[in-house]
């Protein structure tokens, strides 16, 4: 059996690992136990059959030494990149010390392609842009340039022979979802007080949305596959949908009243992945449509 780590695990993913570990556990991928390194001071007191979860209730740069394990997956971020970069020179500096070299996972997300305004999915064959990124608006564009810099710094990890990969994440719903200013979380928290469901937005923001379940799977499959070529993949559904007609999705499941305000827009905000690399190289598939996977989230915040 296999032990993992995650490093900034309070987050969507930590959280939906926990979750999924829970619910599905986590033993045909082997892993049955998990470390999460979080700052936030949360413990499971709850023993589960199937896997053994640990908590480190420490900022990484007061961590000393790591536990050693298969695996790590890598979720710290700061709005400072230079604090990013203390966080990540730490963490290097602690592997080092580990007997056995895990196999890394980078969380990054597809921030990193910078701003779309036309009906194309992204690619990971895209060459960065930073002329997109500056179109980003608010924390998004500081956030795209974090994760740019921290994934330079995570190929560089290959020349130090470990194996690592990149996922960029998109986004995502799940039980997870509703602690985050999200379109979706809105439209979930409007569902769960049966109040009407109002979207003051354009018709033309298209997202996709994986369920947390299909997330945790694909990324242990692309931490299990890391290289020293330190692959790239996308990691969302390729399914699109607009926000308006999501508003409606949610409406005609669960007998909501509806209310959407127009505000006519010319231009596109497109956030969709092309996952062919996932499905070619890794034979990842998504598992959960997005019907089942609201129907699964409200049910699950309302157990």
Known sequence: MKKLLILGG????????????????????????????????????KKYKHIKINYISKNILNIKKLPQVDYVIY????????????????????????SKKPKILFTSSGAVYGYNNKKIKNNENNEINLKLIRKLKGYKKKYAMEKIFIEKKFNDLTLQKYN??????????????????????DLINLTLKKKIIKLKTSTN????????????????????????????????SDKVINLKNLAKLFARLF?????????????????????????KKLNLKISINLKDAINSTIKSLND
Request: glycine share 4%; hydrophobic share 35%; with cysteine.
């Open 10 to 45: 309070s987050g969507y993913v930590g959280s939906s690992f926990v979750n999924n570990g829970i619910n599905q556990n986590l033993t045909k991928h082997k892993i049955n136990e998990i470390f999460i390194v979080s700052r936030k001071n949360k413990v499971i007191k």
């Open 255 to 279: 007998n909501n009243k509806i209310s959407l305000k127009k505000i006519t827009s010319k231009s596109y905000d497109y956030y969709v992945p092309s996952i062919a690399r996932a499905r």
């Open 205 to 236: 923001i298209y997202r996709s949305y994986m369920h947390s379940d299909d997330l945790v799977n694909w990324l242990i499959v692309i931490l299990k596959n890391s290289n020293k070529e330190c692959p790239i993949y996308n990691v969302g």
């Open 164 to 185: 690592v990969s990149i996922a960029r994440c998109y986004t995502f719903i799940g039980k997870e979802i509703i602690k985050y200013k999200y379109a979706v979380a």
């Open 75 to 98: 979720c710290l971020k700061h709005h400072n990149i230079r604090i990013s970069e203390n966080y990540f020179n730490h963490f290097n500096k602690l592997i080092l010390k580990l």
